[in-house]
């Protein structure tokens, strides 16, 4: 079994910084991508941001320059930090993991989201 257990999210003015961690754990062999995922009231769930194992990462437009994506493979913990937050990405943020569990096949994995509020 895996689970991925996010932090750090909250109640921040326009123009604030928050970072968001993800730690994964239980029976893990290996990690292949992790990210971050975000769903709007009334909107899809859409991506903000992605890192492979080997670190390469991918931004949504609307992030790029404000949000950047790392990870510590000994730790198994991807984080999130976002600056310069605006209203509009207001929403519940949902960490992602490829994962490959010990015994099972190679599957998704998902937070249960931790929502980020842009408010003054």
């Known amino acids: 079994q895996v689970q991925l257990v996010e932090s750090g999210g909250g109640l921040v003015q326009p123009g604030g910084s928050l970072r968001l961690s993800c730690a994964a754990s239980?029976?893990?062999?290996?990690?292949?991508?992790m990210g971050w995922y975000r769903q709007a009231p009334g909107k899809q769930r859409e991506l903000v941001a992605i890192i492979t194992s080997g670190s390469r990462t991918n931004y949504a437009d609307s992030v790029k320059g404000r949000f950047t994506i790392s990870r510590d493979n000994a730790k198994n913990t991807v984080y999130l930090q976002m600056n310069s937050l605006k209203p509009e990405d207001t929403a519940v943020y949902y960490c992602?993991?490829?994962?490959?569990?010990?015994?099972?096949?190679?599957?998704?994995?998902w937070g249960q989201g931790t929502q980020v509020t842009v408010s003054s």
């Open positions: 239980g029976s893990i062999f290996s990690i292949y991508t």
């Open positions: 992602y993991a490829d994962v490959k569990p010990r015994t099972g096949k190679r599957d998704d994995y």
